[in-house]
């Protein structure tokens, strides 16, 4: 290995350890109640647009949900009682990440399921067409389309 070489990864190593070093430094405390209602609203539905969550939202419903996540957050009820009240009031569409227990597991397993199943189907597929024997036109073949073609 040169020495430029040696550089060039030991500059790759200092970015990895800069990175790694950022990601894990503790935040600044807890977060505040306007931080958690904006997280929340970033995790919630619009009602009105269904595409577009309540932070990203512009419709009126949208801002009152925001209005009351803060006043939520602010009264000191947890991110999970908070969810809960929402997800009782508009059913488990109103999340737009699905809970990873229960009926909500189907929602992530079935896509994983169904393309390792269209995988499985393939492989399966092409070995067989592997051992399928290639096909050779026979003299009695050959004799017909010569026929065929001077006909």
């Known amino acids: ?3 430029r070489d040696a550089l060039a990864w030991g500059g790759v190593a200092a970015l990895v350890v800069a990175a790694l070093v950022w990601a894990a430094w503790p935040s600044s405390g807890p977060p505040t109640a306007a931080q958690r209602a904006h997280e929340l609203a970033t995790e919630l539905r619009c009602p009105d647009c269904q595409a577009l969550s309540v932070a990203d939202s512009p419709s009126s419903s949208a801002r009152a949900i925001l209005v ?4 939520r957050a602010a009264a000191g009820q947890s991110d999970a009682a908070i969810r809960r009240v929402y997800v009782d009031r508009y059913g488990e569409s109103i999340l737009l990440k ?3 227990s229960g009926f909500g597991i189907l ?3 079935l896509p994983v399921v ?4 269209g995988l499985a189907g393939l492989g399966f597929a092409f070995a067989r067409w592997r051992r399928q024997p290639r096909l050779a036109a026979t003299p009695a073949d050959e004799t017909l389309v010569e026929r065929v073609r001077t006909g």
């Not at 009351?68 to 006043?71: A, E, T």
């Open 1 to 3: 290995m040169t020495r």
């Open 68 to 71: 009351d996540l803060q006043r």
């Open 98 to 100: 699905p809970s990873s």
């Open 107 to 109: 929602v992530w397993a």
């Open 114 to 117: 169904a393309v390792a199943l």
